[in-house]
């Protein structure tokens, strides 16, 4: 027995729900490192006493509720021990990487120890990708990270990076979230992304911001708490109510075209201007960002006012183009800022729609 100091045996972790074949670790799903760099797994999988371990606090674990303990220990109760995924646990420290769920469900039920395999950790930031990637399984005895973890699990990461960029972000909320759907990751990435702006212990990895709708708004929000002594525009036109505003993103220019047309519809109903506010795709090779921004009214407005023009039969005049709303003299069209070197104390810039306005 353990406690006189002899071989420990199956007999010694077996309770009323352990039982003899669950100490079979060909029973259980092979363990895996999940693909994350920096990741090794050290000898074969065999039963461990939790005593033997501790718990490590997972930083992608923020939502850990004690009704998920009770309700895994009644599942255990009524359906029995399913071998499924086994609990990992770092051989430096002998702290257990996931199974927190198990861990407190064990304690409620008298089950002493649980199949584990040991791994080793290139560094912090191995540790923290592996802990989320692998609490992404379809088995019984587990409890999906919620997009919350996700996002706390991503975000411990950067820290550890030091550095972000989209691209970064999006490997980032893969790693850790597998399971979660396209628009969840997009959604999440651009909230992550968005927080990280506003973060001076981060740096971009590259001069340029890369924005859309979604994470234009945190800057607006910034700008009106912390600029709006220098940068009046967020008060006297996005947030006036007798103001016609759209945020658009040139990237994805022609998948805003139908909010472009309803927005554009109220202008032209009040005969009130439409103030657009835009960021445009980072520049690439020897393209400028006022190149960019150029472009955005010479080729995609331009582009969108001619498919309007020619259904009402109108020819491609600037008299007929002074029609649209966005090209009213009266408009005050902005860009935000994305160069971090040269519009870093800039926080919108005031960009000039061909000869209109």
Avoid at 45 to 68: H, Q
Avoid at 117 to 144: C, H, I
Avoid at 230 to 254: C, H, L, Q, S, T
Avoid at 298 to 309: A, M, P
Wanted: hydrophobic share 35%; aromatic share 8%.
């Amino acid at each position: 027995m353990k406690e006189f100091g002899t071989a420990v045996s199956n007999a010694d972790f077996l309770s009323n729900d352990w039982l003899l074949e669950h100490c079979d670790p060909t029973k259980w799903d092979a363990p895996s490192t999940h693909d994350i760099d920096g990741v090794e797994l050290v000898g074969d999988p065999g039963m461990k006493f939790w005593s033997d371990t501790k718990a490590w606090s997972n930083p992608g674990r923020v939502n850990f509720k004690i009704v998920d303990q009770q309700h895994l220990a009644d599942t255990i109760a009524t359906q029995g021990i399913i071998p499924s995924r086994v609990v990992y646990f770092d051989v430096d420290t002998d702290e257990t990487i996931n199974g927190m769920h198990r861990r407190a469900a064990s304690i409620i039920l008298g089950i002493p120890a649980w199949m584990h395999q040991g791994v080793r950790f290139e560094n912090e930031l191995a540790r923290v990708r592996f802990a989320n990637a692998s609490n992404w399984t379809k088995n019984l005895y587990s409890k999906d990270p919620s997009i919350d973890d996700v996002k706390a699990g991503v975000c411990h990461a950067l820290t550890l990076v030091g550095a972000y960029d989209k691209k970064g972000i999006t490997h980032e909320v893969r790693t850790h979230g597998p399971g979660l759907t396209n628009k969840q990751a997009s959604t999440l990435v651009n909230k992550i992304y968005s927080l990280c702006m506003f973060d001076t212990t981060l740096e971009l990895e590259g001069r340029y911001r890369e924005l859309n709708n979604e994470t234009i708004m945190p800057l607006i929000n910034r700008i009106r708490e912390d600029h709006s002594d220098i940068e009046p525009w967020v008060r006297d036109y996005y947030d006036n109510p007798d103001a016609i505003v759209i945020i658009v993103n040139g990237k994805n220019f022609e998948s805003r075209v139908g909010a472009i047309l309803s927005r554009s519809s109220q202008a032209m109903l009040a005969d009130k201007p439409l103030h657009v506010i835009f960021s445009v795709p980072i520049p690439e090779a020897k393209e400028s960002l006022a190149c960019k921004r150029n472009k955005f009214f010479t080729l995609n407005f331009d582009n969108l006012e001619n498919r309007l023009l020619d259904m009402q039969g109108k020819s491609h005049t600037d008299k007929n183009r002074r029609e649209f709303p966005w090209n009213h003299p009266d408009c005050e069209h902005r860009t935000v800022a994305q160069d971090t070197i040269n519009e870093e104390d800039i926080p919108l810039i005031k960009v000039v729609n061909r000869n209109f306005n």
